[in-house]
């Protein structure tokens, strides 16, 4: 363990570096009942949209529980 940890400090050891591997999903895009798998949330469904004048308001549930997420209207 001591031989590993003086080459990891040395930088004899190489890392690797964090790859995206997903595409970018714009949420607000969806419709109410959509159901897909999200990199961080996993599982979600879209539970309810509400669109105001200034801006909009989603309610996303995953198994962890249920996330209100708003975004202002440009």
């Known amino acids: 363990?001591?031989?590993?940890?003086?080459?990891l400090r040395e930088y004899e050891?190489?890392?690797?570096?964090?790859?995206?591997t997903y595409q970018e999903?714009?949420?607000f895009s969806l419709e109410k009942g959509?159901?897909?798998?999200?990199?961080?949330?996993n599982n979600i469904?879209?539970?309810?949209?509400?669109?105001?004048?200034?801006?909009?308001?989603?309610?996303?549930?995953s198994k962890s529980g249920e996330y209100k997420i708003i975004r202002p209207k440009k």
């Open 13 to 20: 050891i190489s890392r690797t570096g964090f790859e995206k």
């Open 1 to 7: 363990m001591e031989e590993y940890l003086l080459k």
């Open 25 to 27: 999903i714009d949420l």
């Open 34 to 41: 959509s159901v897909l798998k999200h990199p961080l949330l």
């Open 45 to 61: 469904r879209i539970k309810e949209k509400k669109q105001f004048t200034h801006y909009t308001e989603m309610i996303i549930e």
